[in-house]
T-cell receptor, first 114, second 113 residues
Framework: NAGVTQTPKFQVLKTGQSMTLQCAQDMNHNSMYWYRQDPGMGLRLIYYSASEGTTDKGEVPNGYNVSRLNKREFSLRLESAAPSQTSVYFC?????????????FGDGTRLSIL | AQSVTQPDIHITVSEGASLELRCNYSYGATPYLFWYVQSPGQGLQLLLKYFSGDTLVQGIKGFEAEFKRSQSSFNLRKPSVHWSDAAEYFCAVGASNDYKLSFGAGTTVTVRA
């Protein structure tokens, strides 16, 4: 019953360093998502993958890249980290790529950039 | 595009008292509405959802929500809160023709003994 697994859970980076956040789901879902959560702003969509082999930008894609490695895995990369990217990052998955399907969330990655 | 407003940033309630969290949405067609709960250090867990049909929906942990189209609202309620209900609650709205799920800013619930 793992659901959505994110690694690492915590990370501290220096400005300019690069980092890849990993996400894997074992529910055979087609769609996967990356969000960031900041105080008072709810969750904002960074990137989305409707199905294996496709990715699309969300609300706040600048400074990030993603890779849908296979149906299970969806990674988020920060090429040159900036303090403004300090946040909690959540990966989610859903059966299909339409938002009337409930999304299942991982426990998050808490990222601090100094 | 759809959007969500949660007017209350923080609510404090006594254990055993009732709880109501407000959610107002903006969307031109029939919305798909969700409530999620986030315990400290955890991810978001789905409490309940509304797609169509009966406007009063039951969820997990004793929560319910009522969809009121005339008021563009989807308020969450619980008759008697437990200390374990202390968490952050998010309302979200989606649409069948869009991948995007829009979240409100969240309401933090504190439960006092």
């Amino acid at each position: 019953n793992a659901g959505v697994t994110q690694t690492p859970k915590f990370q501290v980076l220096k400005t300019g360093q690069s980092m890849t956040l990993q996400c894997a789901q074992d529910m055979n879902h087609n769609s996967m998502y990356w969000y960031r959560q900041d105080p008072g702003m709810g969750l904002r969509l960074i990137y989305y993958s409707a199905s294996e082999g496709t990715t699309d930008k969300g609300e706040v894609p600048n400074g990030y890249n993603v890779s849908r490695l296979n149906k299970r895995e969806f990674s988020l990369r920060l090429e040159s980290a900036a303090p403004s990217q300090t946040s909690v990052y959540f990966c989610a998955s859903s059966p299909k790529g339409v938002s009337n399907q409930p999304q299942h969330f991982g426990d998050g990655t808490r990222l601090s950039i100094l | 595009a759809q959007s969500v407003t949660q007017p209350d940033i923080h609510i404090t309630v006594s254990e055993g008292a009732s709880l109501e969290l407000r959610c107002n949405y903006s969307y031109g067609a029939t919305p798909y509405l969700f409530w999620y709960v986030q315990s400290p250090g955890q991810g978001l867990q789905l409490l309940l959802k509304y797609f169509s049909g009966d406007t009063l929906v039951q969820g997990i942990k004793g929560f319910e929500a009522e969809f009121k189209r005339s008021q563009s609202s989807f308020n969450l309620r619980k008759p008697s809160v437990h200390w374990s209900d202390a968490a952050e609650y998010f309302c979200a709205v989606g649409a069948s023709n869009d991948y995007k799920l829009s979240f409100g800013a969240g309401t933090t619930v504190t439960v006092r003994a």
